[in-house]
């Protein structure tokens, strides 16, 4: 309970300086950052192993890991929007609902029974929908938040009755109980077919992918990395557990699932990002393709999965961040979003460009960045089963989110412009974080201990 | 051993000076390479790969940092070596954004050469990834012509082979029982069925870098878009990826789909090699030339390996050393022509032996190694695969040699047309431009070095082949082996 302990605290540390006697935004958001990262480095610290509350809630080492990498995201986002959140008008109010949605995420990844499950996901999605209004000035930040908040309580209605067919077809909503109650019959793949088409709306997994484009555009930037990062991330945690663990006897009804949902996702994705001009609805269902090839990954029932799937969004991590960082430093202080704003970005901001071209080498799956790395690993995970369409369709559209990817590159290092986006000093807390994104991807991918210890981190 | 690790050397530049020394020490480290390796095999030293290191990456999946080399390797290195100096020296004057330029072109020699020496197939397949995007930025940026398209093109078809490589070698990974390392995998036998299936994916995934025909077509726009240090790259030693990649994975570790596809193989690239000669005759730009007889040139490095005889592998990878020096220099010599005369047409050009006698002479000594002059490096290569072509007795093999040694006439036509014309006849009114006469001067030093390398290199070959034979003859020697055993 540890994580969830310190996230609470500063929840409750942020609600008394507010309510008290404040503080200006700049010391507001330092505090901030370094709470953050006391939360990321205890993360790291006395692992333990055990259930609460009954087997509700239970944690191990490799979710100890799971839940540091949401902290660095957390924690990063945190920096990388420090020029944005510093003209924000109601930051406490940001990080608490933020915190709160990290607080549900933990507890999700943690739980080990249906209903804490649920009750974790709505935690983890209602204060989004608050922050994706966050530009109060705005009304496609309004847009966005009312289709976010409609999407998913639809889509909490199905998992509610997803999971209430799971009870009255087995008897039990415990993860440790339900793998022995499960035998295939029918009414157990209709309930299974319902809880997977939730996991796949927060997942944006197509076809329930049409909120995140809208949702993704009209939010304020920080909001958007936290969705396409985090939450995202969380819920592939969540969804490997529920797949290789509690719902493994279903393993030959999952496997072409899973598969067809995860080609459909890369081309869909991939397609789509070909045509975009925003870049925030670029990088949207750029992370759509990304989530394709995470379920590629996914759908091999082996260790192998585990292991990559979990690198694999320890670089995403790393990959997004770096992206929306470059993209929240431009929009905040020119307020440009499209692309075509971005050309001859080279000649007078050479730090962001090449921050911005490393990171979206590792979203195309470039060595050396982590990139490659994460992205070879997910598809020799996805190969064990010998299906080679499935693999050349996946190592095909690898060519494609390539081709959308040097869109953006070429606009920043080879197109003329008039008039260039200027020169920008960003924040010391910027800079930071967007060095620390590119550390990332150029260290983790090539230096092969981060993986080794995933991988020993599964063994136990 | 000291050797290979600092091959891996990547220098970060701020001048060029550092570039161009980091480049030379390599190249000096080639020779101590290779004379190490002859006193290895001297001695006696029997096994196929030496300078062997291993280190573990990552183990659960049997991933290891396996790097050693063997005769082919040391060729390929050689080549590697004096393309990449060649190149440096060339690119000297280059203005714009100078630092980059040099970081993006020794980071396409680190590609290559961990290409060359990597003996585990994910290594292998890192490094052949890492050259893509250098390529794309050099072309787009420093590039000329229609250079954002040819660079698109360029980096999605090459990542479209790499694309099907990467399931070729998932393929043998997982058929071969979850190893990655070259020289476990050719112990282990897979079925045939399984080589089968795998082989088309690697060939073609490696032939899209070899301009296999039909996937030939990012050769002409990508050459001639690419600024000159970047053309000498793509055709020296970029292409000789892609061949060198057949051999050592495709043919080494699935012998017996080797045998069934070598006859389509033969086909292509015998269509490769006419229709790249035919296509050369109708070009009109000097840049253009080049590229598409680089298709032919190639096509002669795929017919040797698909003839599957000893002296027809010696003879590809020898071309494969042939050629890319060969084409590195005919790229220099075509840039130096552009940067002062500023055009690349043949028909604009005429009478340069008067104002430019030194790139005149290269030029000549180039096109004459084209088409194959006994005495250059062309003639010994295209040779020895001629000769091993004909030891198959079959029909259908005998004509595709005959049909590939006509081509050696069509090349002749070509080349004797845009040198002579480039170079004699009356000056063209572009060298009696009014005004400054001096702009049309001749080679200056750092041209004249990189050209001078890369005709030593080319002469060596061709007078003294026995070295360059006896070097890549064993390496050969151990995929017959592997392909006769398996034949019993």
Redesign the interface.
Known sequence: MKNELLIAIIIFVLLFIKLGKGLKNDSLLTLVQVLLFVNVVAGFIFHSEGSLFSGMFYTNGIIAFQKSILSIGVFLISLLCADWLKKSANLPEFFMLMLSALLGMFFMISSGNLLMFYLSLELATIPVAALANFDLEKRISSEAAMKMILSSAFSSGILLFGISLIYGATGTINFSELPQALNSAPLQILAFVFLVSAFGFKLSVVPFHLWTADVYEGSPIAVTSFLSVVSKGSMTFIFITALYKVFQPLSDVWYNMIMILSLATMIIGNLFALRQQNIKRFLAFSSIAQVGFILLGMSNNNALGNTSVTYFVLIYVFSNLAAFGVASVISSHTGKENIDDYKGLYQTNPFLSWTLALALFSLAGIPPTAGFFGKLFLITAGASKGNYWFITMAALNLVVSLYYYLRVVRAIFMDKNQLPIEKIRGSRAVNFGLAICVAGILIVGVVSSMYNYIHGLFQQ | MTSIALLFERNVKSVKVISLAGATIQFILCFFLLYAFRQEKILGNADDMLFQQNY??????NINFHVGVDGISIAMILLTAFVVLAGVLISWNIQKMTKEFYFLLILLSLGAYGFFISLDL?LL???L??A??PK??LI??WGSGK??YS??KL??ML??GS??V??GI??V??AGGRSFDLLQLSQIHIPVETQK?IFP?LFIGFGVFTALFPFHTWVPDGHSSAPTAGSMFLAGISMKLGGYGCLRVATYLLPDAAKEYSLIIITLAAIAILYGAFATMMQKDLKYINAYSSVSHCGFVLLGIGMLTKTAITGAVMQMVSHGLMTALFFAVIGMIYERTHTRLVNEMSGLMRTMPFIMTVLFIVGLCSLGLPGFSGFVAEMTVFMGAWQNVEIAYRIATIAACMSIVVTAVYILRAVGKTAMGPASPLTSVPGDRSIISDAKWNEKLAAALLVAGIVAIGIAPFWLNDLIKPGSEVIIQKLSQLVK
Not at chain 2, 56 to 61: C, D, Q
């Open positions: 573990h990456w990552f183990s659960s999946l994910f397949f890192f490094f990834e890492v893509v995007i794309y930025l787009g940026i250079k954002e660079a698109n980096a999605l990542m479209g694309a099907l990467l399931v998932l393929g990974y997982f299936i994916f």
